[in-house]
């Protein structure tokens, strides 16, 4: 089974996982320059194209029997939230035709699913931070970093979270589909078996 993943924004992460194995990784980047982005509010929907059509083509190259995308979160930037929505819109527009191989993931599900959560030794680093005893916040972004770079001996940068973020969704969307395909052979054997005569 094939799974790529999505993480949207201007600079899209992405995933291909191959029968549980990382085949690749990377990012995808807006090709409308950023000075248009500023112009008016119709280069929010020249954004979300030049996105859109990259995704496309990454998922017409790759052929996913599955496409995992990351569900929005509420940004501390209306403009920000503005243009993720426009790159959804238009993602799920050009990916149409696989409609039926697109699900949405919640970040808090794969987090939670994958155990990407704030460790002990976080959480004291933090506490240091906050006394101005160290330095660094730790954030879940340092953390899905940390568990793509441990998982698949990658040497991702806090700067690829995108990248770690996209892998983690690919990785969960897999494990839940292999989870529910094997629940659902379960079921279709005790089904067979104790069925009446």
Known sequence: M??????????????????GSLAGHGVVKSTSPA???????????????????????LILKEKPDMIAIEQT?????????????FIHYAVLEDLREFKDSVVYIDTGAW??????????EDAKHNALVKKKLARGKLTPKHRAVRWANETYNLSLKLKDDDIADAIAIAVFAYKRHSKVET???????????????
């Open 73 to 85: 979160n509420k940004s501390k930037s209306r403009f920000t939230q503005k243009q993720l929505e």
């Open 183 to 197: 629940v659902n052979a379960i079921e279709s054997i005790d089904i067979f078996f104790n069925k009446e005569e």
């Open 2 to 19: 094939k799974v790529v993943s999505l993480d949207l924004s201007n600079s899209t992460g992405y995933a291909i996982l191959v029968d």
């Open 111 to 120: 987090r939670r699913g994958l155990g990407i959560v704030s460790t002990k």
């Open 35 to 57: 000075e248009v982005f500023r112009c008016h509010d119709y280069s929010y929907i020249e954004r979300a194209k030049s996105v859109s059509a990259l995704c496309k083509e």
